[in-house]
């Protein structure tokens, strides 16, 4: 059944020959950056489109800004396999975070019509948006939108420049008032497929080539306003200062210790904006952004008690003002197990030296909105020294065409099971 289908060389090839295609698109020349909704986004989206139409899918760009592509199985109308990840960006990323997922889709979907395997369910391939929450405060909100959890107020949310996502979407080309109607019905989706780099270093360290994702982690993420006293650098006597960027310093410091005490937990200040910003000037305002991410809700928890004690604790102290203002959160999100035994069984039928590795993912996916539709499952692939939403983010062909064989092999495992 599976001896016309390509090898993992020849998969591992077109896959980077499709990255570099998709790649182009960028909003910083010389970067890859590729944030929701624009102009890129859209060339990008166009691509997409373009490859899974070539892949023999019918496909089109959907009122939030995925590109979704489908191919019916033995007859119409049937429940699909879906195959998704996303094709935004952070600033500056990597080439391979999400562009490889949705690659890997297309490329299983066209080796299956090539082969001429026709499917008991639908396959279906879907590019999403916004996975990586850069441009807008959102939160997964593509894939939230097919699962019908989209949030109405995330429309109003404004980015760095002011921009309304209402009208960016409008912009784009997408239709808010359609967002809705993207909402899959139950028992539409059998199951959700999603192949993606580590974004750590596990499977390197163990010499593996692809590894079957177990859970994905809670995480929560806020913003965090301090407000102190501005003062001339020179006059402001160190006993008398409100200064507020040392007061969010020590915050997060404090957010280090907190994530060290508990096992598997993290915990990342990624943006830090003093105000004025001035050499000879004591802050007088900070605001801040907090990460905090653990394998168990519980931990979660008990670390965002901490964090709101501790930070307020320094904020008396120091004599500044506090506000923190959640904008996500997620819970812990369990791999369905049967797709990671089809996942396994997928392995085992691609190379006798691949071992089914089981690991969690610290980092948050798609994949944890798919999986409040239907059964979900990832698969992870081996990245050079873990590193990832960066330049140096690398990975080898083979390496690629290995995740894109396991995938063509669970899919065809999972047509089996249908008997």
């Known amino acids: 059944m599976t001896a016309s289908l390509p090898s993992a060389a020849v998969l591992g090839a077109r896959a980077f020959a499709a990255l570099d295609g998709l790649n182009r698109f960028t909003d910083e020349p010389g970067k890859i950056s590729r944030l929701y909704l624009s102009p890129s986004h859209r060339q990008a989206a166009e691509w997409t489109k373009g490859a899974m139409e070539v892949a023999g899918l019918e496909a089109f760009i ?33 080439r391979f975070d999400g562009n490889l997922g949705v ?139 409100k200064d507020a960027l040392a007061a969010a310093a020590e915050m997060a410091l404090a957010l280090e210790d907190i994530a060290a005490a508990h096992e598997q937990a993290v915990g990342t200040v990624g943006v830090f904006r003093p105000d004025p910003g001035a050499t000879n000037v004591v802050p007088g305002a900070v605001d801040f952004t907090v990460d905090f991410r653990s394998p168990r809700n519980e931990t979660l928890a008990s670390m965002d008690k901490a964090i709101a004690e501790r930070f307020a604790a320094i904020a008396a102290r120091r004599g500044v003002g506090l506000e923190i203002t959640p904008y996500s959160q997620e819970d812990a999100t369990p791999m369905a197990e049967r797709l990671q035994e089809a996942f396994a069984t997928g392995i085992a039928r691609t190379g006798s030296n691949l071992s089914a590795r089981r690991l969690p993912s610290g980092a948050g996916h798609d994949a944890m909105a798919m999986a409040r539709l239907c059964p979900a499952a990832m698969l992870f692939v081996r990245c050079e020294r873990g590193i990832s939403h960066s330049p140096q983010e690398n990975m080898t062909e083979l390496d690629a065409g290995i995740a894109i064989r396991v995938l063509l092999e669970t899919i065809l495992e999972l047509a089996r099971q249908e008997g």
């Open 62 to 94: 959907d009122a939030a800004g995925s590109v979704q592509g489908r191919r019916e199985g033995a007859k119409p109308g049937l429940p699909a396999v879906l195959i998704g990840s996303h094709i935004d960006t952070v600033k500056d990323g990597g």
């Open 103 to 241: 690659v890997a889709g297309i490329l299983a979907a066209q080796a299956l019509r090539d082969a001429g395997i026709v499917l008991p369910f639908a396959l279906e391939v879907v590019a999403f948006g916004d996975e990586e929450t850069v441009r807008f405060p959102t939160s997964l909100s593509t894939s939230s939108a097919l699962i019908g959890h989209y949030d109405p107020a995330w429309l109003d949310s404004r980015d760095d420049d002011g921009v309304v996502l209402r009208d960016a979407l409008v912009a784009f080309g997408g239709d808010p008032s359609g967002i809705a109607a993207l909402k899959r019905k139950p028992g539409s989706v059998k199951a959700y497929l999603e192949v993606h780099i580590e974004q750590g270093p596990v499977l390197e360290s163990e010499n593996e080539a692809v590894g079957i994702v177990t859970a994905i982690n809670a995480q929560k993420r806020a913003r965090v306003h301090v407000t102190g006293e501005a003062g001339h650098a020179g006059t402001v006597p160190m006993k008398l200062r």
